[in-house]
């Protein structure tokens, strides 16, 4: 990695303004549902604590306001779920620029400050040169620890950069090394599970690692467009008619790189989707009206006999509708196996490492990525303006 990391980076007696993914899931009550992201942030808070930072000036988002102050995505409940997980009062700031922020920053007692939702200002999704600078002017040094967001060119993601020496904080390195070596160089048997409901939105993934992988395996719905490019039967599942040939020519681009892709052979398949629906599993012919909702015991037979001598598993989305107990049988199945094999295992982010997370195996794969559409982007091999900006070693 050719960018200046935080270890490179000297914090005594400095300011950090420190940009992390604290866009957590919020019930009725605005109660944190999961605060994953707030504890993936802490070893990089502790790190600039622990290394003589004065203050650590902490900015998020949350949700979409769309550039007005919306009560319900106010971080003022991070504030109160990160104090515990750091053993220390952190002092919640009501905006997040200007000079009463940085008045309050320059006096506070606690080391720990959050400021307030980013995006009640229209000017940070836009990168506005002068919020830019503002935000820049609260701080001596600035980190990046939010992998989730560093797709996208925003004031506190990219424009702050322009004004302060930039690095990336511990949980960036690591998304970037997982990830990248997983590119540019993996051990082999390198297999890709990709799952999730849209063949659009995997195009680019399935492009760029379809001559880095050794096997693809696609399930979820996505597959059964690629079915139906076979000439399959598949009833009344997902399909998108628009991409039949696009899965036709990736069909025939891997047969010409002699990659092997596995698709299902068998399904678990519902008059309509329902948690009550009743189920029943078939063969390859999905009758009609049928819809499929899982794969089947042949298929998830099938995916772990591909996956036992897998060195490198890159896993971007479900094999079913995982949220429906009823129906979440194959992509369970699918990670406690990964779980106990011997190898690198890559969670992308988004709907898998949700389902990861359900299924309490997180402790159990190497890593699971923070960023669902920024690890897409990045296993499609784009440029990511949250990386790129930062200063280089």
Known sequence: MDKLIVKDVDLKDKTVLMRVDFNVPQDAALNITDDTRIKAAVPTIKYVLENGARRLVLMSHLGRPDGKRVDKYSLRPVAQRLSGLLGEAVNFLDDCAGNEVKKAIDSSKERVILLENLRYHPEEEANDADFSKQLSSLADIYINDAFGTAHRAHASTEGVTHYLKAAAGLLLEKEIKYLGDALINPVRPFVVILGGSKVSDKIGVIENLLPKADCIIIGGGMSYTFLKAQGKQIGNSKLEKEKIDLAKNILEKAEELKKEILLPIDHVVVDNIAKDARYE??????????????????????????????????????????????????????????????????????????????????????????GGGASLEFLEGKILPGIVALTDK
């Open 281 to 370: 599993v078939v063969g390859e012919i999905i009758p009609d009206g049928k819809i499929a909702v899982d794969i089947g015991p042949k298929t998830i037979a099938l995916f772990k006999d591909k996956l036992r001598l897998a060195k490198t598993i890159v896993w971007n989305g479900p094999l079913g509708i995982f949220e429906m107990d009823v129906f979440s049988k194959g992509t369970e199945e699918i990670a406690e196996f990964i779980a106990c094999l011997k190898c690198v295992s890559i969670i992308g982010g988004g709907d898998t490492a949700a389902a990861v997370s359900k299924f309490k195996l997180e402790d159990k794969m190497t890593h699971i990525s923070t």
